[in-house]
């Protein structure tokens, strides 16, 4: 079993849509959480970081973490063209002092 | 302020060969890591370093690749000899934040190896 396991996608919306990605972790002691978005060709980017149960809203994205589920997802509002990419999810084991990926979700935005 | 800086940008050798990736990260970050990136694999963490001590280097493939740390400034991953299947984007990232989370990428180092 993977540590963290996303949908491969590729997952269309229209632009303006809500787009929802999905990600659970199987480390139970894991504590920190962030979603990376990443364009083709380019480096993983920092968009999101979460620690604490809920959600987290950073402008047009919502990051929401429950950790009785070991589930994190990503909610991107109004969603625009420039928002297709390959949006990572990372969780981060306090005890293992590393990230572990998942494999990313491929977003494409339908102008 | 500059990001994490790498090179070369890309790298086209031949099987054996010893390639050499280089990697300057951000000023005052104290983590360093080294990834690779392939369609099959993902994102996998190789090795990292803390205050340029090698603290976990489980996920180098093997023997024939070395990372090293010589100072807070600079890291370089090599591969020797290279093999066609070392053929990736490597990227290296780095950290301030005390516990690694936080992590900068800098734009990666596509090799492809003949």
């Known amino acids: 079993q993977k540590e963290v396991e996303q949908n491969s996608g590729p997952l269309s919306v229209p632009e303006g849509a809500i787009a929802s990605l999905n990600c659970t972790y199987s480390?139970?002691?894991?504590?920190?959480f962030f979603w990376y978005r990443q364009y083709s060709g380019k480096s993983p980017e920092l968009i999101m970081s979460i620690y604490s149960n809920g959600d987290k809203e950073d402008g047009r994205f919502t990051a929401q973490l429950n950790k009785a589920s070991q589930y994190v997802s990503l909610l991107i509002r109004d969603s625009q063209p420039s928002d297709s990419a390959t949006y990572l999810c990372a969780v981060h084991s306090g005890s293992a002092r590393q990230l572990t990926f998942g494999s990313g979700t491929q977003l494409t935005v339908l102008p | 302020d500059a990001g994490v800086i790498q090179s070369p940008r890309h790298e086209v050798t031949e099987m054996g060969q010893e390639v050499t990736l280089r990697c300057k990260p951000i000023?005052?970050?104290?983590?360093l890591f080294w990834y690779r990136q392939t369609m099959m694999r993902g994102l996998e963490l190789l090795i990292y370093?803390?205050?340029?001590?090698?603290?976990?280097d489980s996920g180098m493939p093997e023997d024939r690749f070395s990372a090293k740390m010589p100072n807070a400034s600079f890291s370089t991953l090599k591969i020797q000899p290279s093999e066609p299947r070392d053929s990736a984007v490597y990227f290296c990232?780095?950290?301030?934040?005390?516990?690694?989370?936080?992590?900068?990428f800098g734009p990666g180092t596509r090799l492809l190896v003949l």
């Open positions: 000023s005052g970050h104290d983590y």
């Open positions: 480390d139970r002691v894991s504590q920190s």
């Open positions: 370093f803390n205050n340029n001590v090698p603290i976990d």
């Open positions: 990232a780095s950290s301030s934040d005390g516990r690694g989370e936080t992590q900068y």
